[in-house]
């Protein structure tokens, strides 16, 4: 059974740094892009970004270009974020998800961890 | 930046019910990259239609997409007690590497 957990999460002051992880099961890790998907209390959902396979082809949407850095490790089964400079726009429940190959889509995500960024 | 439109954004039906659900593209979407994502309080989405038609692994039959362009359709037949969520539609544009979601419509009782 596939399974993605997340952690990492949590209060942070604007300007600071958090990374969060999210641990793969149950499937070969390294054969799946993998993505960070995130979602602003009681709002919509809002891709933030992905990564390949082997770690050589990484996107990210524009509102955190710059400030975020997404990476693997594929010994570790784990998926990490590097969020810095953090904002209050920033808070939100991230989510990280298995790519569903060919179709753009996120066929397995994990359960979130929370990140508030708040003074 | 392709923007998905959902409608309506609540939609209130009753148990053995159809229901409809609407997502408009700004822009044309590519049939092999609309997705459809359900999303119950307190849980992760699920994700329900992949490549416009097709379903994802145990998904029960009554859930069925179509469309093509700039408009889509997520249509459950018979609605059971455990549709009642909030449902997202999804693209991916390749060549911008760009993903977006519809805002979500909620599916209530």
């Known amino acids: 059974e596939v399974e993605l957990v997340e952690s990492g999460g949590g209060l942070v002051q604007p300007g600071g740094s958090l990374r969060l992880s999210c641990a793969a099961s149950?499937?070969?890790?390294?054969?799946?892009?993998m993505h960070w998907v995130r979602q602003d209390p009681g709002k919509g959902l809002v891709w933030v970004s992905r990564?390949?396979?082997?770690?050589?082809?990484?996107n990210y949407a524009d509102s955190v270009k710059g400030r975020f850095t997404i990476s693997r490790d594929n010994a570790k089964n784990t998926l990490y974020l590097q969020m810095n400079s953090l904002r209050g726009e920033d808070t939100a429940v991230y989510y990280c998800?298995?790519?569903?190959?060919?179709?753009?889509?996120?066929?397995?995500w994990g359960q979130g961890t929370l990140v508030t960024v708040s003074s | 930046e392709i923007v998905l439109t959902q409608s309506p954004g609540t939609l209130s039906l009753s148990p053995g019910e159809r229901a409809t659900l609407f997502c408009r593209a700004s822009?044309?979407?590519?049939?092999?990259?609309l997705a459809w994502y359900q999303q119950k309080p307190g849980q992760a989405p699920r994700l329900l239609i992949y490549?416009?038609?097709s379903r994802a692994t145990g998904i029960a039959d009554r859930f069925s997409g179509s469309g093509s362009g700039t408009d889509f359709t997520l249509t459950i037949s018979r609605l059971e007690p455990e549709d009642f969520a909030v449902y997202y539609c999804?693209?991916?544009?390749?060549?911008?590497?760009?993903?977006?979601f519809g805002q979500g419509t909620k599916l209530e009782i």
């Open positions: 998800g298995r790519a569903y190959a060919g179709y753009g889509a996120i066929d397995n």
């Open positions: 149950g499937f070969t890790f390294s054969s799946y892009w």
């Open positions: 990564i390949d396979r082997d770690g050589s082809t990484i």
């Open positions: 822009q044309s979407v590519s049939s092999n990259y």
């Open positions: 490549g416009t038609s």
């Open positions: 999804q693209q991916y544009n390749h060549s911008l590497t760009m993903y977006t």
